[in-house]
């Protein structure tokens, strides 16, 4: 979904930076691709670029926690019966965008499992976001792998727009038409 909205950014004319861990096809042309493999390196990259973008769009899947510690060597199984892994938050990205403010603005994801409308209000108000698209990823056809989604938008001023199943191309076009009309208004702030 993140390189479908790159593509059809850059098709509208837009500069655009994809800050992407491994994809399964390739960066759109005309695209600056920045490749990164953990939660870290993608809020370093993406913090670094926000103060000059007018949009930024967090269609990233990222990993929630991360192990507290990380090992240089192979840790051996020898009188071991279980192991406990401890995990620690990562950065929020979409939130510390959202806590930077600015006059940009800013569209999650939120991947849910049934009516997605409370959870997607929650992540407008506490991350700060202009717009959410929500899916529900147990539906047929919709969130990851595939060509096709079947998403919702829920807007900072209030709008619900469920959008049918379309390619990921389509989908890419109406989320971008709705961040566009929400570019022309002042954010709160
Ligand atoms: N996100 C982020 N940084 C993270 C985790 C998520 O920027 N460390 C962004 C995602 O790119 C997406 C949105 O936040 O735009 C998803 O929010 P999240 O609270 O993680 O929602 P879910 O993944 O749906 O998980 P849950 O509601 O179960 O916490």
Do not use: W, Y
Not at 8 to 18: I, S
Not at 74 to 92: C, M, Q, W, Y
Not at 117 to 136: F, H, P, S, T, Y
């Amino acid at each position: 979904m993140g390189v479908a909205l790159a593509a059809a950014a850059r098709g509208r004319g837009a500069e655009v930076t994809l800050v992407a861990g491994p994809l399964q096809v390739p960066p759109p042309p005309g695209v600056l691709a920045v490749p990164v493999v953990s939660a870290g390196e993608m809020r370093d990259a993406v913090m670094e670029r926000a103060p000059s973008c007018d949009l930024v769009i967090m269609a990233a899947a990222v990993a929630d926690f991360r192990p507290v510690e990380r090992l240089e060597r192979k840790l051996k199984k020898a009188g071991r019966k279980r192991l406990v892994l401890e995990l620690e938050r990562t950065p929020d990205i979409l939130a510390e965008l959202g806590r930077l403010g600015g006059a940009r603005v800013l569209v999650g994801f939120a991947a849910e499992t049934g009516d997605p409308e409370a959870a997607a209000r929650k992540k407008l108000r506490e991350k700060r976001a202009d717009l959410i698209v929500a899916n529900d990823v147990t539906e047929p056809g919709a969130g990851f792998d595939g060509e096709t989604n079947r998403v919702t938008l829920f807007t900072r001023t209030g709008r619900r727009v469920a959008l049918p199943l379309l390619t990921k191309a389509a989908t890419a076009e109406r989320i971008l038409d709705r961040a566009a009309a929400l570019m022309k208004r002042p954010r709160r702030s």
